[in-house]
């Protein structure tokens, strides 16, 4: 038979495909019979037969195929949007396009679409829909002014609340073009007024959370201090209060009223004297307190009574006595006073009964009764011896009345003949009066001198019966008074040896020093001085008033400051001390200047930079702590510091920054890559140009393909391009590979083989793929197989199977009791034979155990010993097993121990007795039935059986030890009470106590004990912890980033801006693990409702309440300007941060008179077409403008002029002469001449001189010298 056969037909390597690679059927030889298989790359797709077969005549069966670009479809155009890049044709695999809206729509839909590797787009293209906003929530207790559904962007929403209620945040909204509201719904909250504040030195009676329309506040001042106030005050419905906070004013008396004539005592009086002080009042020397002499100064603020006044001591007006008469008066001119003589006379034939001159004492009391004149008796029957009584007229009776022609004389009721003394002579300086006509005996002279002068001998004689005087007439001296002293601290200006009546001393004080009475004082003719030396006292300064925002450096503040005290001001951070810094107390009691006050600090206004926008949370004007911060437009970015902080010296932290363009630079060129689209602004790669990268055939992108500018003007990450490798080939075990090129890359062809005895499982040889991918897995090595292995005794562990081949592994064990002989693992071989045959388990067996000296062991087994077989030593009558009495054989053959030993005597050292010893003490092992004796420390007495006895077994007996007792140790020192003990005894009981903050653990008494121990250890204090205190609604809490608070933490809170705090600023963690107060609230801070100023107003001016950071402005009519700030803001303190400004005319700023020169005007006041007109003085020119005029805006229309000195130019010599004075210093100037010269031969023609004038100008040309002709 003949059959039809093919011998070596084979086909050529099939064409490559561009953008596609193959991958053949066979890789040994292309025969009849192989196919290849043909795949586009991605982004192509197939056109023709993607697999065609080698035919036996040597063709292929099927033409190669070819790979198209896949691209997607033109997109449509996006209406009220746009997409980019949309100018690309045509769209290829991976393609990304982005969508944006315009303003006002939003995308509905993703921003992205990619074209796919189908050729479709990923997804729809999205639509651009307008934004709107949904209706807001309703709030309680309010309503919104619309019911729609939906809003379009720019709508403006306003929320209005019920009476009685007020906003709490934003009342309008604005839809933004995000279809967001501008702000969250405010909510509608009772109106309440601010919270009050306690005045310093006084308190709320009624403190409130929350104050309402109606509530009142009720404020109580600290003892010593008064309300300045006592109206309360009431919360209106306009959430204001009635009136401010009173203050809570130190009651004080005033200086109370010093009488004329007198002195408050003591040498200081005060301005001002505090409650409970009091003022005793005394009067000069002839004065007497007229009301209570000593006032005090009471709660109310005023004295308890009236300040007396001095009224002069006055005796009363003497009486006119019967039969008698006054003959002489010395008294002032209102009346009697202190020193005042007033002298009697009886008439002719009465006696006077008392004395006859009576002064008026200090205390407004005659020095004695008033006299009495008694009719005189003479008895007829009784003669004076030596004397005839001469008889004038008829004597009827026993008894006859005095007449004219008889006297009394010192003997009474005695009769005498007429008898007469010598006549007296009136002293110098003074005069006297007789008590009866003529010189007669009985008759008194009284003597008394004119004023100034005092009696100087006896103030009267009187004559006797022997017709002589009973002395000599007196004499009238001066009267002066007493020496003066001068006050401590001061002097008498006027002083001398001896002061004469009338004469005034006048008292000076040092300086620093003021006079207590500045009276002089007169010497007065009772030789007493009008009043008391004054006294001088330390000049004193009151307290300075301390500037708002500032304090005094010193921490002590004094009501009074000694003369050359100073104090020095500061300012709290922010603002600047305007005055001096420091004032001094003078002699005056003056300071030396004017208290300062302290100024706001402000920063230059910013604005907002070029293409950017500027924000900050404060009101200008800036002052310390105000920030801004600043950003630009999309598109652009900052140079500079983002953000600028108002600082102390009043200049901001950082310079205005600058917007700048965004620009990316040149993209970089990516190796082994190229730029396939780019897409950038018309000069410059802006913010949104992209580039789009393709790697090169071969190589694979890493990252995006596509680029973007970003808008911090850097460009996105780059992508890279890695040459295409497949893995690493794994070696097939028992065999090998060989590869076509270096490295594993696209095209690269492997081939396998296995070793000798082996197989090869799988494709002989594989390609490298360009999608990084081997064409097939790796093929294996299949070697022989091995038979069942022969039985054996041991256990197989792992690796049984039916069948075996090379590599499998059998591992084998042995049971308790067994030992293994031979290898636990076989391994089949290529060989297909075992490493080894499987091993055996033989029995374990111990070796037998040696006898021990003084001992004995014993088992059931005699010579061999299996596993887990016991024996049992012990040792012969007084000795002991020292080890394991018990040895076990173990699986692997060997004993669990080591044989013990047999050691004796018997005991070891006897048990420890504390505070003990014993003996005998020198040997380390007793024998059976040895004795020990315990005796007791000195300080220690012993306490049950002092002895114990070795036994058989080792042990000592009795069990029960004795003790030794005695004092235990000090326990730790101030942890204990009582403090002191004498000694720590058995059966004293201490307490322990911690300190103040710490509370005790464990128990806290210990008792001491028989063992001299304590009955518990020292115990211990664990510190008394708060737990964290509360956090106050829109406030913050500075706890010093403690997470535990001990005793004594303290924590301090604070509330957030526009916001006060209402209770305890700070709390302490108290030892009671409770804080010193509960958290305060923070209340919102309100201004006042501004007052407009005269012709202006202030916007906004439809509130009641204006709350913290608000800022109102101010303007004028028309015809007024604003003069101050026109703008406020509501500052933390509750007050606005400017006063209200005035409107005024508006007026151009002051003109200042130029340099030599002077100006006039057509009104006196620089307002708005006031023209000033400019002139300078002789020699001077103006330069500027000679008239200005006020235009709009209160600006003048030009600089104010300068007069500059006129000068002329140097002149020129006239040819053939001269001028002089050739040289000056300096330009010449006004008035300044020249005199013109020609050299000999010449003639000069024209004016000999020039003067410089105000204009600049020569008075003349300069002339000429011409040549003289001679004849």
């Known amino acids: 038979h003949f059959h039809n056969f093919t011998i070596g037909v084979q086909c050529g390597r099939p064409a490559r495909i561009n953008d596609g690679t193959y991958r053949l059927s066979s890789s040994s030889s292309i025969v009849v019979g192989v196919s290849v298989v043909y795949q586009c790359n991605t982004g192509y797709r197939m056109v023709g037969s993607a697999s065609a077969t080698c035919l036996n005549t040597g063709l292929w069966s099927e033409v190669p195929p070819a790979c198209t670009e896949i691209t997607c479809d033109e997109l449509p155009s996006l209406d009220n949007g746009s997409f980019f890049p949309e100018l690309q044709r045509p769209y290829d695999v991976n393609s990304v396009v982005r969508y944006r809206c315009d303003n006002g729509y939003q995308l509905s839909g993703g921003p992205v679409i990619r074209c796919n590797p189908d050729g479709l787009w990923s997804e729809q293209p999205p639509t651009c829909t307008e934004i709107k906003c949904s209706k807001p929530a309703e709030i309680l207790k309010g309503s919104l002014n619309s019911t729609q559904l939906e809003y379009s962007i720019s709508t403006v929403l306003t929320y209005t609340c019920i009476s009685g209620y007020e906003i709490d945040g934003q009342a309008n909204l604005v839809c933004l073009s995000t279809g967001t509201w501008s702000h969250p719904e405010p909510e509608c909250i009772g109106i309440t007024c601010r919270e009050l504040l306690a005045p310093a030195n006084g308190f709320i009676s009624n403190v409130r959370d929350e104050y309402v329309s109606g509530n009142t506040g009720v404020f109580r001042c600290n003892t010593g201090y008064q309300l300045s106030s006592n109206t309360p005050l009431r919360c209106m419905e306009s959430g204001e209060w009635s009136t401010t906070e009173p203050t809570c004013d130190e009651i004080q008396c005033n200086r109370p009223r010093i009488p004329e004539q007198g002195r408050i005592s003591g040498n200081i009086i005060f301005l001002k004297y505090d409650v409970g ?624 030993q047999c050691i004796g005597p018997a005991c070891g050292l006897p048990p420890t007795v504390l505070q003990a010893t014993y003996s005998p003490s020198n040997r380390q092992r007793y024998a059976k039935d040895s004795v020990v004796t315990y005796s007791c420390k000195s300080g220690y007495r012993i306490t049950g059986d002092g002895t114990v006895t070795c036994q058989q077994d080792g042990s000592w007996i009795p069990a029960q030890l004795p003790t030794c007792q005695g004092d235990c140790m000090n326990p730790n020192q101030g942890f204990y009470t009582p403090r002191s003990a004498p000694r720590w005894y058995v059966g004293i009981t201490i307490q322990f106590q911690c300190n103040q903050g710490y509370r005790i653990v464990g128990e806290s008494t210990a008792t001491c004990q028989n063992n001299g121990h304590w009955s518990l250890q020292n115990p211990t204090c664990t510190g008394i912890s708060c737990n964290r205190p509360g956090l106050p609604h829109r406030g913050s809490l500075d706890d010093g980033g403690k997470t535990t608070w001990v005793v004594g933490d303290i924590v301090t809170y604070s509330c957030d801006g526009g916001y006060a705090l209402l209770g305890q600023r700070r709390a302490r963690c108290m030892d009671t693990g409770q804080w010193s107060s509960q958290p305060p609230t923070c209340r919102v801070i309100t201004c006042p409702v501004p007052t407009p100023p005269t012709r202006g107003s202030v916007a906004p001016s439809n509130q009641f309440r204006y709350r913290f950071g608000e800022v109102i402005t101010y303007s004028c009519i028309p015809g007024y300007q604003v003069v101050g700030n026109a703008q406020a803001s509501c500052m933390d303190n509750g007050e606005w941060s400017h006063p209200v ?131």
């Open 1141 to 1271: 400004p005035r409107c005024d005319v508006p007026v151009c700023r002051p003109i200042t008179r130029p340099t030599h020169g002077s100006f006039s005007s057509t009104d006196l006041v620089w307002r708005v077409g006031t023209e000033v007109t400019f002139q300078c003085s002789n020699g001077y020119s103006l330069v500027g403008s000679a008239t200005i005029t006020c235009q709009t805006g209160a600006v003048w229309t030009d600089r104010i002029p300068a007069c500059h000195v006129v000068t002329c130019e140097e002149p020129l010599s006239p040819a053939h002469g001269s001028f002089s004075p050739l040289s000056v210093s300096g330009p010449r100037g006004y008035n300044d001449a020249v005199t013109y010269h020609c050299y000999d031969g010449f003639i000069l023609e024209g004016a000999s001189s020039a003067v410089c004038q105000q204009n600049g100008e020569w008075s003349n040309p300069p002339p000429t010298c011409r040549r003289q002709c001679i004849f």
């Open 277 to 900: 002080s009091s003022v005793t009042f005394l009067c000069r020397s002839g004065y007497e307190i007229d009301g209570e002499s000593t006032i005090t100064c009471g709660n109310s603020g005023a004295w308890s009574a009236d300040e007396p006044s001095c009224i002069v001591i006055q005796c009363t007006d003497p009486v006119q006595i019967d039969n008698g008469r006054i003959v002489f008066t010395f008294a002032g001119t209102i009346g009697f006073i202190r020193g005042s003589v007033v002298r009697y006379r009886c008439n002719h034939g009465f006696e006077m009964e008392g004395a006859n001159e009576l002064t008026c004492s200090e205390t407004g009391q005659w020095s004695s009764e008033f006299p009495t004149c008694n009719g005189v008796l003479c008895s007829l029957t009784k003669h004076h011896s030596n004397v005839v009584f001469k008889s004038i007229g008829q004597i009827t009776s026993a008894t006859k009345h005095i007449n004219d022609k008889y006297t009394y004389s010192h003997l009474k009721y005695h009769c005498f003949s007429e008898i007469t003394c010598r006549n007296l002579l009136s002293p110098r300086h003074g005069t006297f009066s007789l008590s009866l006509d003529g010189s007669i005996i009985g008759t008194v002279a009284t003597f008394s001198c004119n004023s100034g002068y005092s009696i100087n001998g006896a103030e009267s004689l009187t004559c006797d019966d022997t017709g002589a005087w009973s002395g000599t007439e007196p004499s009238c001296v001066g009267i002066t008074c007493s020496s003066l002293t001068a006050p401590s601290n001061g002097f008498i200006s006027n002083s001398r040896e001896e002061y004469g009546v009338d004469y005034v001393a006048v008292f000076r004080c040092n300086n620093g020093y003021a006079i207590s009475d500045s009276t002089p004082l007169t010497c007065m003719v009772t030789g007493q001085w009008s009043s008391d030396e004054p006294s001088c006292s330390a000049v004193r300064c009151l307290q300075p008033n301390i500037p708002t925002n500032g304090r005094l450096t010193d921490r002590i503040i004094f009501t009074h400051y000694e003369v050359g005290s100073s104090v020095a001001f500061e300012c709290r951070p922010g603002y600047e001390i305007v005055g001096v810094r420091s004032i001094t107390c003078e002699d005056s009691g003056q300071w030396s200047d004017t208290e300062p006050t302290c100024r706001v600090i402000t920063c230059e206004d910013r604005t907002a930079p070029s293409q950017g926008t500027i924000s900050t949370t404060s009101t200008k004007p800036f002052t310390l702590g105000n920030t801004v911060s600043y950003t630009c437009n999309n598109g652009y970015q900052l140079s500079g510091s983002n953000t600028a902080e108002c600082q102390q010296n009043g200049r901001w932290s950082a310079p205005p920054p600058a917007c700048r363009a965004i620009e990316c630079g040149e993209p970089d060129q990516v190796s082994n890559a190229r730029i396939i689209f780019t897409f950038k602004g018309t000069d410059a790669y802006i913010p949104g140009s992209f580039v789009r990268y393709s790697c090169l055939t071969g190589y694979s992108m890493i990252g995006a393909g596509q680029v973007t500018c970003q808008n911090s003007g850097q460009w996105s990450a780059f992508p890279t391009c890695e040459e295409i490798k497949c893995r690493d080939i794994r070696r097939p075990q028992s065999g090998s590979y060989e590869s076509s090129a270096s490295s594993n890359i696209v095209g690269a062809v492997v081939t396998f083989e296995c070793i000798s005895g082996y197989s090869l499982v799988g494709e002989s040889s594989i390609t490298c793929l360009d999608t990084a991918l081997w064409s097939n897995s790796e093929p294996t090595c299949r070697g022989s197989s091995c038979s069942t292995p022969p039985n054996t005794d041991a256990d197989i562990r792992a690796g049984e199977k039916t069948q075996y081949i090379v590599g499998d592994v059998i591992t084998y064990a042995c049971g308790v009791g067994l030992e293994m002989i031979g290898s636990n693992r076989i391994t089949c071989q290529a060989s297909g034979q075992w490493t080894s045959l499987p091993p055996t388990c033989s029995e374990v067996a111990c070796e037998e155990l040696a006898l021990i000296q003084n001992g004995r062991h014993q088992s059931s087994k005699i010579a061999r010993y299996s596993v887990n077989d016991v024996v049992t030593y012990s040792c012969n009558d007084g000795y002991l097993v020292s080890g394991s009495s018990v040895l076990t054989c173990t699986t692997d053959g060997s004993w669990d121990n080591v044989p013990p």
